[in-house]
Protein backbone atom coordinates (compact mmCIF):
# COMPACT_ATOMS: atom_id res chain seq x y z
CA UNK A 1 0.00 0.00 0.00
CA UNK A 2 2.81 2.37 1.01
CA UNK A 3 4.42 1.62 -2.21
CA UNK A 4 1.41 2.37 -4.31
CA UNK A 5 1.03 5.55 -2.64
CA UNK A 6 4.31 6.68 -3.13
CA UNK A 7 4.02 5.60 -6.74
CA UNK A 8 1.00 7.73 -6.68
CA UNK A 9 2.13 10.86 -5.49
CA UNK A 10 5.33 10.75 -8.33
CA UNK A 11 2.87 10.02 -11.04
CA UNK A 12 1.02 13.19 -10.05
CA UNK A 13 4.04 15.13 -9.67
CA UNK A 14 4.90 14.23 -13.21
CA UNK A 15 1.94 14.93 -14.83
CA UNK A 16 1.57 18.23 -13.17
CA UNK A 17 4.93 18.78 -14.39
CA UNK A 18 4.10 17.88 -17.73
CA UNK A 19 1.10 20.06 -18.19
CA UNK A 20 3.28 23.12 -17.41
CA UNK A 21 6.13 22.33 -19.71
CA UNK A 22 3.67 21.45 -22.74
CA UNK A 23 2.10 24.57 -22.59
CA UNK A 24 -0.67 23.24 -23.81
CA UNK A 25 -2.91 25.98 -21.98
CA UNK A 26 -0.99 28.91 -22.11
CA UNK A 27 -1.33 32.97 -21.79
CA UNK A 28 -2.23 34.38 -25.20
CA UNK A 29 0.64 36.20 -27.40
CA UNK A 30 1.66 39.33 -25.26
CA UNK A 31 0.58 42.89 -27.02
CA UNK A 32 2.06 45.33 -25.02
CA UNK A 33 5.85 46.66 -24.49
CA UNK A 34 5.97 45.11 -20.83
CA UNK A 35 5.18 41.86 -21.95
CA UNK A 36 8.34 40.02 -22.66
CA UNK A 37 9.58 41.26 -18.95
CA UNK A 38 6.41 40.62 -17.73
CA UNK A 39 6.83 36.31 -19.05
CA UNK A 40 9.97 36.45 -18.38
CA UNK A 41 9.67 37.23 -14.90
CA UNK A 42 6.78 34.51 -14.90
CA UNK A 43 8.84 32.23 -16.10
CA UNK A 44 11.83 32.40 -13.53
CA UNK A 45 9.09 32.19 -10.23
CA UNK A 46 7.60 29.07 -12.38
CA UNK A 47 11.17 27.22 -12.75
CA UNK A 48 11.96 28.09 -9.15
CA UNK A 49 8.58 26.81 -7.82
CA UNK A 50 8.27 24.24 -9.95
CA UNK A 51 11.82 23.21 -8.63
CA UNK A 52 10.88 23.36 -5.05
CA UNK A 53 7.43 21.75 -6.18
CA UNK A 54 8.92 18.80 -7.65
CA UNK A 55 11.75 18.11 -4.83
CA UNK A 56 9.29 18.20 -2.46
CA UNK A 57 6.80 15.55 -3.81
CA UNK A 58 9.71 13.37 -4.37
CA UNK A 59 11.27 13.60 -1.29
CA UNK A 60 7.24 12.94 0.48
CA UNK A 61 7.13 9.89 -2.33
CA UNK A 62 10.14 8.25 -0.60
CA UNK A 63 9.46 9.10 2.82
CA UNK A 64 5.91 7.33 1.89
CA UNK A 65 7.87 4.13 0.32
CA UNK A 66 11.29 4.13 2.71
CA UNK A 67 8.55 4.32 6.32
CA UNK A 68 5.81 2.23 4.60
CA UNK A 69 4.17 -0.16 7.09
CA UNK A 70 6.23 -3.36 7.21
CA UNK A 71 5.22 -6.64 10.36
CA UNK A 72 9.31 -6.58 10.93
CA UNK A 73 9.33 -2.60 11.45
CA UNK A 74 9.98 -1.63 14.31
CA UNK A 75 7.65 0.63 16.17
CA UNK A 76 7.74 4.61 15.00
CA UNK A 77 9.68 6.84 17.65
CA UNK A 78 8.78 10.19 18.26
CA UNK A 79 11.79 12.68 17.41
CA UNK A 80 11.84 16.38 17.73
CA UNK A 81 13.65 16.94 14.38
CA UNK A 82 17.05 19.23 13.40
CA UNK A 83 16.23 23.27 14.69
CA UNK A 84 19.53 23.62 12.42
CA UNK A 85 17.92 22.08 9.06
CA UNK A 86 14.40 24.38 10.27
CA UNK A 87 16.27 27.31 10.30
CA UNK A 88 18.19 26.92 7.18
CA UNK A 89 15.18 25.43 5.18
CA UNK A 90 13.10 28.90 5.95
CA UNK A 91 16.05 30.86 5.73
CA UNK A 92 16.12 29.78 2.21
CA UNK A 93 12.49 30.05 1.31
CA UNK A 94 12.06 33.32 2.94
CA UNK A 95 15.56 34.63 0.64
CA UNK A 96 13.70 33.09 -2.47
CA UNK A 97 10.50 34.39 -1.79
CA UNK A 98 11.68 37.96 -0.76
CA UNK A 99 14.32 37.51 -3.99
CA UNK A 100 11.55 36.63 -6.65
CA UNK A 101 9.20 39.47 -5.11
CA UNK A 102 12.18 41.86 -5.14
CA UNK A 103 12.84 41.07 -9.06
CA UNK A 104 9.24 41.28 -10.06
CA UNK A 105 8.06 44.26 -8.30
CA UNK A 106 10.52 46.53 -11.18
CA UNK A 107 7.96 46.02 -13.84
CA UNK A 108 4.66 45.77 -11.89
CA UNK A 109 5.92 49.19 -10.11
CA UNK A 110 7.39 51.13 -13.42
CA UNK A 111 3.57 50.81 -14.72
CA UNK A 112 1.87 51.74 -11.45
CA UNK A 113 4.50 54.27 -9.38
CA UNK A 114 6.45 55.75 -12.39
CA UNK A 115 4.46 59.00 -13.78
CA UNK A 116 3.10 58.06 -17.18
CA UNK A 117 5.80 59.06 -20.48
CA UNK A 118 5.08 61.89 -21.68
CA UNK A 119 2.77 62.45 -24.88
CA UNK A 120 0.65 59.54 -23.47
CA UNK A 121 -3.30 59.05 -24.31
CA UNK A 122 -5.30 60.07 -21.19
CA UNK A 123 -8.88 58.03 -20.79
CA UNK A 124 -10.52 57.64 -17.71
CA UNK A 125 -12.16 54.19 -16.91
CA UNK A 126 -15.52 54.02 -14.78
CA UNK A 127 -16.63 50.81 -13.93
CA UNK A 128 -20.35 49.71 -12.03
CA UNK A 129 -22.00 46.95 -11.29
CA UNK A 130 -21.89 45.60 -14.39
CA UNK A 131 -20.56 47.71 -17.28
CA UNK A 132 -17.38 49.52 -18.25
CA UNK A 133 -17.47 53.26 -18.95
CA UNK A 134 -14.33 55.10 -20.86
CA UNK A 135 -14.81 58.80 -20.71
CA UNK A 136 -12.15 60.04 -23.43
CA UNK A 137 -11.01 63.62 -23.39
CA UNK A 138 -11.97 64.37 -27.12
CA UNK A 139 -10.46 66.83 -29.24
CA UNK A 140 -9.08 69.44 -26.77
CA UNK A 141 -7.49 66.89 -24.62
CA UNK A 142 -9.12 67.87 -21.43
CA UNK A 143 -11.54 66.21 -19.29
CA UNK A 144 -14.74 67.83 -18.39
CA UNK A 145 -16.04 68.06 -14.86
CA UNK A 146 -17.53 65.29 -13.26
CA UNK A 147 -19.42 65.07 -10.38
CA UNK A 148 -20.97 62.06 -8.52
CA UNK A 149 -24.26 64.45 -8.04
CA UNK A 150 -24.91 64.26 -12.13
CA UNK A 151 -24.80 60.36 -12.51
CA UNK A 152 -28.15 59.93 -14.40
CA UNK A 153 -28.49 56.51 -15.64
CA UNK A 154 -31.94 57.70 -17.50
CA UNK A 155 -30.29 59.88 -19.79
CA UNK A 156 -27.20 57.86 -19.67
CA UNK A 157 -24.98 59.99 -18.53
CA UNK A 158 -23.56 57.10 -15.88
CA UNK A 159 -20.18 59.35 -15.44
CA UNK A 160 -21.80 62.20 -14.35
CA UNK A 161 -20.64 64.58 -16.81
CA UNK A 162 -21.11 68.32 -16.56
CA UNK A 163 -22.03 68.90 -19.80
CA UNK A 164 -22.14 73.20 -18.97
CA UNK A 165 -18.00 72.68 -18.41
CA UNK A 166 -16.15 73.82 -21.88
CA UNK A 167 -13.77 71.15 -21.52
CA UNK A 168 -16.74 68.45 -21.17
CA UNK A 169 -18.58 69.56 -24.81
CA UNK A 170 -16.10 67.62 -26.91
CA UNK A 171 -15.98 64.65 -24.29
CA UNK A 172 -16.67 61.09 -25.33
CA UNK A 173 -18.13 58.31 -23.27
CA UNK A 174 -18.61 55.14 -24.51
CA UNK A 175 -18.79 51.09 -23.23
CA UNK A 176 -15.73 50.28 -25.49
CA UNK A 177 -12.23 50.85 -24.69
CA UNK A 178 -9.73 52.11 -27.40
CA UNK A 179 -6.11 53.05 -27.40
CA UNK A 180 -3.71 54.22 -29.92
CA UNK A 181 -1.14 51.29 -31.23
CA UNK A 182 2.67 52.00 -30.05
CA UNK A 183 1.83 54.95 -27.92
CA UNK A 184 1.56 54.89 -23.92
CA UNK A 185 -1.72 55.66 -22.73
CA UNK A 186 -2.58 56.62 -18.98
CA UNK A 187 -6.06 55.22 -17.74
CA UNK A 188 -7.41 56.51 -14.62
CA UNK A 189 -9.28 53.88 -13.12
CA UNK A 190 -12.17 54.63 -10.63
CA UNK A 191 -15.09 52.53 -9.27
CA UNK A 192 -18.79 54.45 -8.42
CA UNK A 193 -19.53 51.34 -6.49
CA UNK A 194 -17.77 48.16 -5.29
CA UNK A 195 -14.43 46.97 -6.13
CA UNK A 196 -13.43 45.96 -9.79
CA UNK A 197 -11.17 44.86 -11.34
CA UNK A 198 -9.48 46.09 -15.33
CA UNK A 199 -7.76 42.98 -16.91
CA UNK A 200 -6.83 42.25 -20.75
CA UNK A 201 -4.71 39.26 -20.19
CA UNK A 202 -2.72 39.81 -23.84
CA UNK A 203 -1.94 42.81 -22.51
CA UNK A 204 -0.37 41.49 -19.08
CA UNK A 205 -2.29 43.85 -17.25
CA UNK A 206 -4.49 43.45 -14.64
CA UNK A 207 -5.52 46.29 -11.83
CA UNK A 208 -8.33 46.81 -9.49
CA UNK A 209 -10.93 49.91 -9.72
CA UNK A 210 -11.27 51.21 -5.97
CA UNK A 211 -14.15 53.26 -4.82
CA UNK A 212 -13.33 56.76 -3.73
CA UNK A 213 -9.89 56.51 -5.72
CA UNK A 214 -8.00 57.17 -8.62
CA UNK A 215 -5.72 55.09 -9.47
CA UNK A 216 -3.28 55.44 -12.90
CA UNK A 217 -1.55 52.95 -14.36
CA UNK A 218 0.16 52.92 -17.94
CA UNK A 219 1.01 51.11 -20.57
CA UNK A 220 1.89 50.45 -24.52
CA UNK A 221 -0.30 47.82 -26.61
CA UNK A 222 1.85 47.41 -29.68
CA UNK A 223 -0.37 45.08 -31.60
CA UNK A 224 -3.12 46.39 -33.87
CA UNK A 225 -6.44 44.13 -32.58
CA UNK A 226 -9.62 43.19 -30.68
CA UNK A 227 -8.81 41.76 -27.16
CA UNK A 228 -11.32 40.74 -24.70
CA UNK A 229 -11.82 43.27 -21.32
CA UNK A 230 -13.41 41.35 -18.35
CA UNK A 231 -13.73 42.40 -15.24
CA UNK A 232 -11.38 40.08 -13.23
CA UNK A 233 -13.30 40.43 -9.37
CA UNK A 234 -16.38 38.96 -8.15
CA UNK A 235 -18.54 41.97 -8.29
CA UNK A 236 -21.74 40.98 -7.51
CA UNK A 237 -24.42 38.79 -9.26
CA UNK A 238 -24.18 39.86 -13.17
CA UNK A 239 -20.19 39.58 -12.69
CA UNK A 240 -19.73 37.62 -15.69
CA UNK A 241 -21.61 40.08 -17.79
CA UNK A 242 -18.75 42.70 -17.17
CA UNK A 243 -17.08 42.37 -20.61
CA UNK A 244 -16.19 45.04 -23.06
CA UNK A 245 -13.19 44.71 -25.49
CA UNK A 246 -10.27 46.76 -26.29
CA UNK A 247 -9.45 47.96 -29.86
CA UNK A 248 -5.95 48.82 -29.97
CA UNK A 249 -6.27 50.76 -33.42
CA UNK A 250 -3.51 52.35 -36.03
CA UNK A 251 -2.53 56.12 -34.70
CA UNK A 252 -4.75 57.56 -37.51
CA UNK A 253 -7.65 55.51 -37.09
CA UNK A 254 -7.64 56.56 -33.35
CA UNK A 255 -7.05 60.18 -33.82
CA UNK A 256 -10.14 59.93 -36.04
CA UNK A 257 -12.18 58.61 -33.54
CA UNK A 258 -11.01 60.65 -30.89
CA UNK A 259 -12.07 63.70 -32.70
CA UNK A 260 -15.63 62.50 -33.47
CA UNK A 261 -18.12 64.83 -32.26
CA UNK A 262 -19.24 62.76 -28.84
CA UNK A 263 -22.76 61.14 -28.66
CA UNK A 264 -24.16 59.14 -31.58
CA UNK A 265 -21.54 59.81 -33.86
CA UNK A 266 -18.61 58.50 -31.85
CA UNK A 267 -20.41 55.40 -30.83
CA UNK A 268 -21.37 54.38 -34.13
CA UNK A 269 -18.40 54.86 -34.97
CA UNK A 270 -16.50 52.77 -32.47
CA UNK A 271 -19.04 50.13 -33.08
CA UNK A 272 -18.14 50.00 -36.65
CA UNK A 273 -14.57 49.61 -35.10
CA UNK A 274 -15.72 47.04 -32.96
CA UNK A 275 -17.03 45.29 -35.98
CA UNK A 276 -14.21 45.78 -38.05
CA UNK A 277 -11.48 44.04 -35.99
CA UNK A 278 -11.59 40.31 -34.79
CA UNK A 279 -10.37 38.59 -31.65
CA UNK A 280 -7.15 36.43 -31.54
CA UNK A 281 -9.12 33.24 -31.52
CA UNK A 282 -11.44 34.57 -34.33
CA UNK A 283 -8.76 34.61 -36.96
CU1 LIG B 1 -16.83 44.10 -11.94
Redesign the pocket.
Known amino acids: MGRALAVIIWILTLLSVILFVSKKWWFPQGISAHAPALDRQFMITLVVVGIAFAAAQIGLGWTVWKYRDASNRPAATYTHGSSRLEVVWTVITAVVFVGLAVMGQSVWASLRFNAAPAGSYQIEVV?Q??EWNFHYPGKDKLFGRTEPELIDEATQNSIGLDVSDPNARDDQVGKLLAVPVGRPVELILRSKD?I??FWVPPLRFKQDLVPGMAIHVHFTANKVGKYELA?A?L??QL?FN?KSVMLVLPEDEFRALTEMAPGKPFIDRITELRDKYKLPEEQ
Open positions: AQFVHSCECGHM
